[in-house]
């Protein structure tokens, strides 16, 4: 039997967590600086549940909280195996009778997290830390939940707590550099990434994202040596052929960002910066 030879596997564009303008911040000076026109999705409303303020605690009688402990152990075993819709109404109760129940608000948030109902689950989390200021183990839904929602602010800072305590995951650091740079905060955002960048050195959209940093913060020929690393590994990556391109337009390299700007169309002729890159590109031609 022959043996084949060892292939080199190929390199796959990059899936970001959420998809495309989610985590897509390079393109944030064409947005400002060149009239770029993206949407930002709106957070939805709202929604607080009943919290322990609004109680009055101090008439929980023996069997109020006896009965709560009870809803919750039913609840708990809903959970236990993934039935969240079911073990809901039983924390509801949990929470009814005792509202102080750290537990019962801890599992509510994890129920409504499991089925991605991010508000209520947020609200939850948030209700425990209310309750118990040093419960560190929801700091990290917290701080994921909060990018879900955009809440740009509580990510930053529930993502530096949880760096802080914790040896967080690739994913965590990405997110809360993202996190960063929504706040424009590209200094801060540079730092995460490089811790990053030196556990995986080849985490092409942390490379990709820091390149866009760079542009924000003006710094171009750092940018542009940012954007040539990440298609020096992977050359067809079209966030880092627009960035590239971008930067070269910021610098003053209008023929470098032509030529950049025709490429990222010809792989992504129906994508999401496609229109706007398509009236630069006229723009650039004009002037010439």
Not at 84 to 97: F, G, K, Q
Not at 133 to 160: G, I
Not at 278 to 288: A, V, W
């Amino acid at each position: 039997m022959t043996q084949q030879p060892n292939a080199k596997p190929l390199l796959k564009e990059p899936r970001f967590t959420q998809e495309d303008t989610h985590h897509d911040v390079t393109v944030s000076p064409l947005k400002r600086g060149l009239k770029q026109r993206i949407t930002d999705r709106k957070r939805p409303a709202r929604i607080a549940p009943k919290k322990a303020s609004q109680v009055d605690v101090a008439r929980l009688s023996p069997h109020d909280l006896e009965a709560s402990a009870h809803a919750l152990q039913t609840a708990k075993g809903y959970m236990h195996t993934l039935q969240w819709n079911e073990a809901i109404p039983y924390l509801s109760v949990a929470i009814d009778l005792n509202p102080r129940s750290v537990l019962a608000w801890q599992s509510l948030g994890q129920a409504y997290q499991a089925l991605e109902v991010s508000e209520l689950a947020f609200d939850a989390f948030q209700e425990v830390l209310r309750l118990d200021p040093f419960n560190t183990s929801v700091l990290k839904p917290l701080a994921h939940l909060s990018e879900t929602l955009r809440v740009w602010d509580k990510a930053v800072h529930y993502f530096q707590r949880y760096t802080s305590l914790f040896q967080a995951s690739e994913a965590d650091y990405f997110a809360y550099a993202v996190a960063l740079e929504h706040q424009e905060r590209f200094t801060e955002a540079v730092a995460v990434y490089d811790t990053l960048i030196a556990k995986e050195s080849q985490h092409l959209p942390a490379l990709n994202n820091r390149a866009g940093c760079y542009m924000n913060l003006n710094e171009y020929e750092q940018a542009i040596a940012g954007f040539r690393h990440v298609l020096g590994i992977m050359p067809n990556f079209s966030r880092a052929i627009l960035g590239l391109a971008i930067a070269q337009d910021m610098a003053g390299q209008p023929a470098h960002a032509i030529l950049g700007y025709r490429r990222y169309l010809h792989l992504q002729p129906c994508g999401g910066h496609a229109e706007t890159v398509q009236e630069r590109l006229e723009e650039l031609r004009s002037l010439r």
